[in-house]
């Protein structure tokens, strides 16, 4: 059965994060410390300085292209396995916050109690 997709963001709010994403992976660009994803990178005429690279917007979308429509993440048990896209929304949490920021304690350590909360929250999306 599949849950109803949630719609957080509009589609402005999208294209602006969108938007200033471009404008960083283009202007600030990414670091790499591994000379192996750098030399693949310079295989196909991106950008490098050091270990950091800059990718285009064009850059991005045309290596967009070449991703699958969906992907199965393989769980120990295959019952779990978890297929990620092709329109389906998944909810899958980590393993939790460095921190959180919440309206009565501001910044703070996250508690078991908050993790807790985290998967209640996935598992009822």
Known sequence: ???KQCDFLSH???????????????NEGIHFPEDEALEIFKKH???????TVYLTEEQVMDATKSVPQQFTIQARNPE??????????V???GYGAPFLI??????????????HNLVKLAHAL
């Open 1 to 3: 059965m599949l849950k």
């Open 12 to 26: 402005s709010d999208i294209q602006a994060i969108h938007n200033t994403s471009m404008k960083l992976l283009a």
């Open 45 to 51: 005429g991106i950008k490098t300085d050091g270990q």
């Open 80 to 89: 779990k396995n978890i297929i990620v896209g092709d329109g389906v929304p």
């Open 91 to 93: 909810f899958a949490p």
């Open 102 to 115: 919440d309206s009565v304690q501001g910044k703070r350590a996250p508690t078991l109690e908050d993790y």
